[in-house]
């Protein structure tokens, strides 16, 4: 019997073991499975998806306020003071009026473009008349007033008539110290010349021996002309010309010897 109990004990442990892990396994198979702590945790959030940017929209900017343009003042055309249709009416040679205010001088000016001496002893109606006319040559002058000097022609009249008083009255100092304006009315315009000499001058035809379209000639004819010393001579350098400026001349006989002639020369203002 005693030789029995040693093993009678192994199977008993043999067989408390076995039970053991019996039960073990059994209670296993009972177990949730899967089951773990982080699968019950609350599942994190994934990561977000990059965002785009909200783009604000840019307050609409205002077009920059345009100012009212100021009505432009539309220039009135030019009416000329003189009736021109009514004039050549009568003559299409006449083609402006000369005035020299302050005096009683005022006429058309005329050419003809047929014979440069036509007015000479002709009037405005194209009659004959020892008083002839205000008149300048088609030769060397056109009729726009455009050119660098214009010279007009004109009797020295006993009677005043036509320039008959224009050496005495721009040979006197007082008269000529007055600043009396040339003023030639076209039918587009009104001109106005600033007298800066008047002078006696030899009788040779001065658009002929002088081409004033050359600068040079024109600056060295009107530099002798302020340098001419006589008793009856005057001068306003400050309408002295300069080459690019229009000079107008107007040119009657001299008193006392009709072979030369008295000018009364002024530049166009602006």
């Known amino acids: ?155 020295h009249m006993k009677s005043g008539a036509m320039f008959g008083n224009l050496q005495m009255l721009f040979s006197d100092p007082a008269f000529f110290e007055e600043d009396h304006i040339l003023r030639v009315y076209t039918p587009t315009a009104t001109l106005e010349y600033g007298v800066f000499a008047a002078v006696p001058y030899p009788g040779e035809h001065i658009l002929y021996y002088h081409d004033f379209n050359d600068e040079a000639v024109f600056e060295k004819f009107f530099a002798d002309i302020l340098k001419t010393r006589d008793l009856s001579a005057r001068f306003n350098e400050e309408y002295a010309p300069e080459p690019g400026d229009k000079v107008l001349i107007l040119s009657t006989c001299l008193i006392g010897y009709n072979k030369n002639r008295f000018l009364v020369m002024g530049t166009l203002l602006p």
């Not at 006319?133 to 214009?150: F, H, K, L």
């Open 1 to 155: 019997m005693k030789k029995r109990l040693p093993l009678i004990i192994c199977g008993i442990l043999l067989l408390a073991g076995g039970l053991f892990f019996a039960v073990k396994a059994i209670m296993a198979s009972y177990a949730p499975r899967g089951e773990r702590t982080e699968a019950l945790a609350p599942t994190a959030p994934p990561p977000p998806a990059t965002a785009r940017p909200v783009e604000t929209p840019a307050p609409a900017t205002a077009a920059p306020a345009t100012a009212t343009p100021e009505p432009t003042a539309t220039p009135e055309p030019y009416v000329s003071p003189v009736d021109f249709e009514a004039l050549w009416e009568l003559n299409t040679d006449i083609y402006a009026w000369l005035e020299i205010e302050g005096t009683d001088i005022s006429y058309p000016m005329l050419q003809s473009r047929e014979d440069d001496a036509f007015y000479l002893d002709h009037n405005s109606d194209r009659q004959y008349s020892a008083n002839g006319s205000i008149y300048s040559e088609s030769a060397y002058n056109g009729t726009d007033m455009s050119d660098p000097v214009t010279i007009l022609y004109g009797h």
